[in-house]
């Protein structure tokens, strides 16, 4: 058996318990890319290329916004312990892997909003279903907004109608090419079936969004649906992976105050996801913004978790206090 090592001054079983905690963020296609590394004066995330989608994220951009997510969520796991984490970006330039310390930079209160956020860590699912007929309130939209500047990150609501059919077209163009392209269409179907059906390719009411015929419904909603839900384009300001984790922990911050609000959010990441899509879309959002992705935010009937990979299959060594 594994000898787990407490870190960052933590107990074996607080520092295992952090970890279980991160491993609940979004990823792409619920792919879960990241691994962890525990040593007693630190935390090491890392990418895990196991879990990397070669063929729809080449450049392991998406990978990264994923571990991003998964460092905020660790983040927020660590100051319940009273940990105050001090982070280190892209730490060692020689291991591309290595995406990120975690330290000890003191102790810290666990604040009401922190709190908040941890309380719904485990509630948080990507939800594809249809939201109901009620408008996000612009309140809502800018404690979105807010939550992504905490984090170095621009979120940018798409609220004109000129704008709104602009995206509308680069998501379903995008789509178009990824099911045109049989390798894409090959490793999404893969990837479905191993990590459950938050992590499929474009649904029916993402689809309806976009202008096709309504869906079926289930009942669940009725009529009582929104066919122009709150759109928002999640960016960066800078470009490469430096961007690519801050934007993931600013995604991660973005999702969970929807979810303190009530609301529910699913992604339409195909313009992101095609290269030649994306740069359009960067220039039709003025240029110096870096999209890394398309958020749909509404009020939905509850969805439910993904699978997770057991906190054992996240280790990296050496997990031991020998070593």
């Known amino acids: 058996m594994t000898v787990v090592v407490g870190s960052l001054g933590l107990a074996p079983e607080q520092t295992l318990s952090a970890i279980g905690t991160a491993s609940l963020a979004p990823s792409v296609r619920n792919s879960q890319p990241w691994r962890f590394r525990l040593l007693p004066d630190r935390i090491e995330l890392h990418a895990d290329p196991v879990h990397a989608l070669p063929v729809t994220d080449p450049t392991g951009r998406e990978l990264r916004l994923s571990c991003g997510a998964a460092l905020f969520t ?42 908040e956020l941890l309380s719904v860590v485990p509630g948080r699912h990507t939800n594809r ?73 474009l649904r029916s009411h993402d689809e309806w969004w976009l202008g096709a015929a309504p869906p079926v419904l289930d009942g669940a909603l009725g009529e009582d649906r929104e066919p122009e839900p709150l759109v928002v384009v999640l960016n960066s300001h800078y470009e490469g992976p430096l961007g690519e ?73 050496p997990t031991s206090a020998a070593r």
């Open 129 to 201: 279903l249809p939201f109901a007929e009620v408008a996000v309130p612009v309140a809502h939209g800018q404690a979105l907004v807010r939550a992504a500047e905490l984090e170095r990150s621009w979120l940018h609501i798409v609220s004109d109608q000129v704008e709104r059919a602009r995206l509308r077209y680069f998501v379903a163009r995008a789509d178009r090419l990824q099911k045109a392209d049989p390798a894409v269409v090959a490793e999404l179907a893969a990837v479905t079936d191993a990590a459950g059906s938050a992590s499929a390719p």
């Open 74 to 115: 660790l983040r927020l796991a660590l100051k319940s312990f009273g940990v105050r984490p001090l982070v280190t970006l892209l730490p060692d330039t020689a291991a591309p892997g290595l995406l990120a310390t975690v330290r000890l930079g003191g102790r810290v209160e666990l604040t009401d909003e922190t709190r």
């Open 245 to 317: 984790l801050l934007a993931g922990q600013a995604l991660q911050r973005v999702l969970l105050t929807a979810t303190t609000l009530g609301l529910s959010t699913s992604f339409l990441a195909q313009p992101i996801e095609v290269g030649s899509v994306r740069a359009e879309l960067r220039r039709s959002l003025g240029g110096s913004l870096v999209p890394q992705t398309v958020l749909r935010i509404g009020y939905g009937t509850p969805a439910p978790p993904t699978p997770r990979r057991p906190v054992s299959d996240l280790l990296d060594e």
